[in-house]
């Protein structure tokens, strides 16, 4: 079992940064990637920004150019900067890390921290 820890969430106004950070019980080195997703009231999941363990990094349109994932082997944390931050940002944001095992992926998730921009 893996267990995600985040914090960093809080209340921002528009136009301000936000660091969110995630940190593993085990080795992040050993998963397949490590990601960030969020959801806000009424809608559905959604990727915010994804790096494998290879450094290849992806991130959702809505957020190319303001936020940043980076990552701290040596302290098993995953970081989202949230820069430039905008109202529709508002989400409860999770900590994603994709284990392969045998074959088969597994995803396991933090508590989730709120974010919450005000304009």
């Known amino acids: 079992q893996v267990h995600l820890v985040e914090s960093g969430g809080g209340l921002v106004q528009a136009g301000g940064s936000l660091r969110l950070s995630c940190t593993a019980s085990?080795?992040?080195?050993?998963?397949?990637?490590m990601a960030w997703y969020r959801q806000a009231p009424g809608k559905q999941r959604e990727l915010v920004a994804r790096q494998t363990s290879r450094g290849v990094t992806n991130y959702a349109d809505s957020v190319k150019g303001r936020f940043t994932i980076s990552r701290d082997n040596d302290r098993n944390t995953v970081y989202l900067q949230m820069d430039s931050l905008k109202p529709e940002d508002t989400a409860v944001y999770y900590c994603?890390?994709?284990?392969?095992?045998?074959?088969?992926?597994?995803?396991?998730w933090g508590q989730g921290s709120q974010v919450t921009v005000s304009s």
């Open positions: 085990k080795s992040i080195s050993g998963f397949n990637a």
């Open positions: 994603n890390a994709e284990l392969l095992l045998s074959g088969v992926m597994i995803d396991f």
